[in-house]
C-alpha cells in the first residue's frame, strides 16, 4: 500500500512539474541536469553592490562555473555583467544562462520620484511610461529582472517603506501595480529592452506593528483579502513574471513558508505560474523567529512553493540533505528548477545571454537629454501642493527672494531611498533649480539656516549609505543669524525643509515624523521676520505639520523628485507648470492618531465632528480626522463640481449606474483635476467601510472649459471578502460620493437590486 502510494505520488509529482512547459531546446537542458545543478538554480545571490543585509555572498564566480547559481543581483553595467554571464555560459557544464536582477525602483539611472510621490499623479499612463523608462535604461546595463513594484498598502507613517508603495488605497494601489508591471514587461520579453517584474512583498509587509520595520503582522483574513491584498493581485492579473516573499509573519507564519500565501492564494485562486523569490535571507531569517533550523526553514519554504533563494543558501546547502530525508520531493526541486528555466527562456538568454548588455544602447540611452526631460515632467506632477493662502504661489520672478534650509543646496538628498543605481551628483538641486526657473530676473540668495538634524548620532543611522545629513561646523544659532539676514533683505522666504533621504525607506521607521527640531527653530524664527514664507517640503511619509499649516503662506510638497527634482521645483514654484498631484496618504494631526485613513470602518459610537463629545470614539486631545485627507492637492487654478447626475436610484448585475459630474475650471491658468468616487456600503453582512475609493479620472482642463466624468457603478465594482471569505455583493443601500477629495465630496444614495 505504501509503496503504491508514493508511486502515485511519483506520478503526480511528473505530472505537475511536467505542467512547466519548456521549449525542446530547454528541455533537453533539463534532462541532462544533475540534482546539484537543479538545486544551483534556486540559488540568488549577490557579488556586493548595494546590500541590505549582514550577508554578502562570497566566491560567486566560483559557485557560477560549479552550476550552483541561477542568478545574481545588485551589480550592473554591461561589461561588468557580461564577464558574470561569461562564466556561466562558457564555464559552467551545461552553460545556462543567468538571470540578472536590480532594484530598479524609480528610474534606472535617470531617476523618478520615489514611488509614494508618483502615486500623487494619479495618471496610469504616466507611471507605465516611467517603468518603461526605467526599463529601457536598466537592459542596456545589463539588466533583465527589476524587484519592483512594491505594492504593500501602508497606513502607517511611521514605517520608512510607505515611500515605496503607493499609500493607503487598494484601489489605486491595484492601479498603480498593474501600470508598473505594464511598464516594465512591454508587450513582448523578445524585445530587449523590456525585463521581468517582481511584485513585492508578498504579503502584508506595510501592516508591520507599530511601523516598526520588518515587525510582527497580524490581521483578519477578511481585511487581507479586501484591502491589503488586491494590489497583488493587480500584479499577478497584469502578468507580473515573479513574486517576492516579505519579511513578516502572516498567521503567525513567516511569509516566506506560509502555505495561505503562496500555495491557497497566489497559486491555486489566482493561477501565478511565474517564480517566487524570497526576500534577502528571508529564509534564513525564519529561524530568528523561531520556527526551525535552516535545513527545516528552507524545506518548509520549497514546499509552499518558494523556487528561489535570495543570498541566503538555505536551498544550496540544505536541499539535498531533505530530499534524502523525505523532507521535500524530487517533484518540488525540478517544479522550482522549470519556473526559473522557464523565466529564462521567455527573456529569450537560452538563445543570446547577452542580449542586455548592449553599451551602444546604454551609452546613449541613460540619463539621456530626453529621459531627463521625461523625468522632470513626472516630478512636477507628483508635487502636491498642501497650501497656498492668498495665492502666494506661483512666485513672480522678480525682487530677492531667499531660499533657506538644509535641503536647498544639497545634491545627496534630491533621488530620494532605493535609487541604488543613481548617482547623486548628476542630480540638480533645488536652488539650481530656482535659479534656472528666474535667470538673471530677480536675485537669489541662498543660506543653509539649519542642519537636517543636530543630533550626530541620529544622522550616523541615517547616513548609512552616505553624507545625507551633514552637520555644520557653525552653530545652530549662527545658521539662524545668516537665514534671518538674507530673509530680511528678501521679499519671500522659500524654506526647503524636510526629511533625508534615507530618513525614510527599508529600515527607517521614525516614532516622531513631524520635522526635526533644528529645522523648526529655523522656521518659527523665520517666521518671526513677517515676511511670505512658502515652504518646500521634502518627505518620504506623511509627516505632522500643524504648526507648519498655521504658520506657513505655502506648502509643496515635493516628496523626493530625483535626478530633475530640482528643476521641476523651480517649473512649479514659477508657474511653468501648475502642481496636480493628490495625497495618497492622509496625513495625520499627531502620531497618536496613527492609522488615519479614509476607509475606516464606523464604530458603535460615531465621532467625525471637530468637537469630542463624551462616549463617543474619540480623542480628548486631539481630533479623529486627518490634517491633509486621502486625495488632497491644491492648484494654481480652482474647480467647481456641479452636482452630480446619476442614470437611476438603483443598480443591479446586469444593469450598471451611470454617475456623471461637470467639473470647470473656473480659474485663470491651466490645470489637471484628479475627479474621485467613493462608495459606501450601508448595509452589509459585515461592517464595511465609511469611505472606499472607486473610480477616478485625472482630467485637464484650460481656463473656463468643462468636462463631464462619468463614473460606472457596476455589481462587480462592490463585491466584497465576507466572512465566509467568499467575494460577494449584497443587496441594499448603498452611498456614492463623487468630489475632490476622500472628505470634500457631494453624497447620493443609491440601491444594489436583485434585477
Ligand atoms: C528588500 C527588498 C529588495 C532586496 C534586494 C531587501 O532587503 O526588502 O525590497 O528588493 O533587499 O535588494
Known amino acids: 500500500m505504501k509503496h503504491l502510494t508514493l508511486l502515485f505520488l511519483f506520478f503526480i509529482g511528473q505530472f505537475l512539474s511536467a505542467q512547466v512547459e519548456l521549449s525542446p531546446k530547454v528541455e533537453a537542458i533539463y534532462q541532462q541536469m544533475t540534482l546539484e545543478e537543479k538545486i544551483g538554480q534556486l540559488n540568488l545571490l549577490t557579488p556586493g553592490g548595494a546590500v541590505t543585509g549582514e550577508v554578502v555572498s562570497k566566491d560567486v564566480n566560483l559557485k557560477i562555473k560549479n552550476g550552483q547559481v541561477g542568478g545574481i543581483f545588485g551589480i ?6 557580461r564577464l558574470a554571464q561569461e562564466i556561466a555560459v562558457d564555464s559552467s557544464r551545461l552553460g545556462i544562462p543567468l538571470i540578472v536582477g536590480m532594484d530598479v525602483i524609480h528610474g534606472h539611472q535617470t531617476i523618478f520620484p520615489i514611488p509614494l510621490g508618483l502615486s500623487c499623479t494619479w495618471d496610469m499612463d504616466l507611471i507605465e511610461a516611467t517603468a518603461r523608462q526605467a526599463s529601457r535604461e536598466a537592459t542596456a546595463d545589463g539588466l533583465m529582472w527589476t524587484f519592483s513594484p512594491m505594492v504593500d498598502i501602508s497606513r502607517d507613517p511611521r514605517w520608512g517603506r510607505i515611500s515605496e508603495g503607493s499609500g493607503e488605497d487598494p484601489f489605486l494601489g491595484s492601479a498603480v501595480a498593474a501600470a508598473m508591471v505594464k511598464g516594465y514587461q512591454g508587450k513582448d520579453f523578445k524585445d530587449p529592452t523590456t525585463m521581468l517584474a517582481c511584485v513585492k512583498h508578498f504579503a502584508l509587509y506595510g501592516a508591520a506593528e507599530g511601523g516598526r520595520d520588518y515587525a510582527t503582522v497580524d490581521m483578519s483574513k477578511v481585511r487581507m483579502l479586501n484591502e491589503y491584498l488586491p494590489p497583488y493581485k493587480a500584479a499577478i492579473d497584469a502578468g507580473v513574471a515573479t513574486v517576492m516573499t516579505s519579511f513578516n509573519v502572516v498567521d503567525y507564519v513567516p511569509a516566506s513558508a506560509n502555505s495561505y500565501l503562496f500555495k491557497d492564494v497566489l497559486r491555486e485562486d489566482w493561477g501565478f505560474d511565474g517564480f517566487v523569490v524570497t526576500d534577502y535571507t528571508a529564509i534564513n531569517e525564519m529561524i530568528a523567529h523561531g520556527v526551525g533550523d ?5 524545506a518548509e ?3 509552499v512553493g518558494v523556487d528561489m533563494d535570495m543570498v541566503g543558501e538555505g536551498f544550496l546547502t540544505t536541499l539535498k540533505k531533505s530530499l534524502n530525508e523525505g523532507k521535500v520531493s524530487m517533484e518540488q526541486i525540478n517544479t522550482a528548477c522549470r519556473r526559473i528555466l522557464k523565466a529564462k527562456e521567455m527573456l529569450g538568454l537560452f538563445d543570446d545571454p547577452y542580449k542586455y548588455f548592449d553599451e551602444e544602447r546604454a551609452a546613449k540611452e541613460i540619463l539621456s537629454e530626453g529621459n531627463r526631460a ?14 497656498n493662502e492668498g495665492s502666494i504661489l506661483p512666485l513672480k520672478k522678480s525682487g530677492k527672494i531667499a531660499v533657506i534650509g538644509p535641503l536647498a543646496d544639497s545634491r545627496r538628498n534630491m533621488l530620494g531611498t532605493w535609487s541604488v543605481s543613481g548617482d547623486p551628483e548628476k542630480s540638480v538641486t533645488v536652488i539650481e533649480g530656482i535659479r534656472n526657473a528666474v535667470g538673471a530676473t530677480a536675485e537669489i540668495l541662498y543660506a543653509k539656516g539649519a542642519n537636517i538634524s543636530d543630533d550626530p548620532e541620529f544622522a550616523r543611522r541615517v547616513n548609512s549609505f552616505g553624507p545625507e545629513i551633514v552637520i555644520d561646523e557653525r552653530s545652530a544659532d549662527a545658521m539662524i543669524e545668516e537665514a534671518l539676514e538674507i530673509a530680511n533683505q528678501s521679499d519671500v ?3 526647503v525643509m524636510g526629511e533625508a533621504a534615507d530618513m525614510t525607506g527599508e529600515s527607517s521607521s521614525m516614532a516622531y515624523i513631524g520635522l526635526q527640531p533644528s529645522q523648526k527653530k529655523l522656521l518659527m524664527a523665520l517666521k518671526e521676520t513677517g515676511k511670505p514664507i512658502v515652504m518646500v517640503l521634502y518627505n518620504g511619509r506623511p509627516m505632522t505639520l500643524n504648526w507648519e499649516s498655521e504658520n506657513m503662506d505655502a506648502i509643496l510638497d515635493v516628496w523626493f523628485g530625483g535626478t530633475e527634482g530640482g528643476n521641476a521645483v523651480g517649473d512649479v514654484l514659477f508657474g511653468k507648470v501648475n502642481p496636480g498631484g493628490k495625497l495618497t496618504t492622509s496625513f495625520p494631526v499627531h502620531e497618536g492618531q496613527i492609522p488615519v485613513y479614509h476607509s475606516m470602518l464606523n464604530t458603535g459610537r460615531p465621532y467625525f465632528g471637530q468637537q469630542a463629545a463624551k462616549f463617543t470614539s474619540n480623542y480628548l486631545d486631539v481630533p479623529n480626522g486627518p490634517l491633509f485627507p486621502f486625495g488632497y492637492g491644491l492648484s494654481y487654478t480652482t474647480f467647481e463640481y456641479e452636482k452630480m447626475e446619476l442614470s437611476g436610484t438603483t443598480f443591479s448585475a446586469n444593469k450598471p449606474l451611470t454617475i456623471s459630474v461637470k467639473v470647470k475650471n473656473t480659474g485663470t491658468v491651466a490645470g489637471s483635476e484628479v475627479v474621485q468616487m467613493y462608495i459606501r456600503d450601508v448595509v ?3 461592517s464595511r ?5 472607486k473610480g477616478f479620472e485625472k482630467i485637464m482642463l484650460k481656463p473656463g472649459e468643462e468636462k463631464v466624468v462619468t463614473f460606472e457603478l457596476t455589481e462587480e465594482l462592490v463585491k466584497f471578502y465576507n466572512v465566509d471569505l467568499e467575494h460577494v455583493s449584497e443587496l441594499g443601500k448603498f452611498e456614492v460620493f463623487v468630489g475632490k477629495n476622500a472628505v470634500d465630496v457631494e453624497k ?3 440601491e444594489l437590486v436583485a434585477e
Open 748 to 750: 447620493r444614495e443609491v
Open 374 to 387: 521625461f523625468a522632470r515632467e513626472v516630478a512636477g506632477q507628483s508635487f502636491v501642493l498642501l497650501k
Open 684 to 686: 452589509g453582512t459585515i
Open 301 to 303: 519554504a520549497l514546499k
Open 294 to 298: 535552516l535545513q527545516r526553514v528552507s
Open 76 to 81: 550592473r553595467g554591461a561589461a561588468k555583467v
Open 689 to 693: 467601510p465609511v469611505k472606499e475609493l
Open 493 to 495: 522666504i522659500v524654506a
